[in-house]
């Protein structure tokens, strides 16, 4: 059911709504829900939960930060052992130490891509352009 809010809107913000509203040709409210949708950011609920201490952090991070954050990848010596281990699994069970090993190396990926992840959506929202293989960049 939906709820209902008072907001206090600056007579300009609120002309700027109207004007959307009559060009799209849709009410105030569903403009405001659009944009308050794309403006806010993704809940940490949408990480799965063994991860979200790694990725809480990002929230209180500065562009630059994030930027750094974004551009992180996972060392190729780690990505060359969980390669290695993921081959030979395949082939046969793994003792129980590479089988711990080749857990701890996932869960190390895993955690670098979420945080990679996350840091992007963040810096998107900021308003910042990204482009693979490009640092991130303020958009036009």
């Known amino acids: ?6 907001v206090e809107l ?10 959307t509203a009559q060009l799209t040709h849709q009410p105030v409210n569903t403009i405001i829900e ?5 403006s806010l950011s993704p809940l940490l609920e949408d990480i ?15 562009d630059e930060a994030l930027s750094a954050e974004a ?4 060392p190729p010596d780690r990505w060359g052992m969980y390669e290695a281990l993921l081959a030979r699994k395949q082939n046969a069970a ?12 996932r869960r190390e990926a895993d955690v670098v891509t979420f945080r990679k992840a996350y840091a992007a959506v963040l810096l ?4 910042y352009r990204l482009v693979p293989g490009d640092p991130p960049g303020k958009g036009a």
Do not use: C
């Open 1 to 6: 059911m939906p709820q209902i809010i008072t």
């Open 10 to 19: 600056s007579d300009e913000m609120y002309n700027y709504l109207e004007r």
């Open 34 to 38: 659009q944009s308050l949708a794309h």
């Open 48 to 62: 799965p939960l063994e991860y979200q201490v790694e990725v809480f952090p990002l929230l209180q991070m500065n």
């Open 71 to 74: 551009g992180q990848t996972f």
């Open 94 to 105: 793994l003792p129980p130490n590479e089988q711990a090993q080749l857990d701890v190396l």
């Open 124 to 127: 998107q929202q900021r308003g």
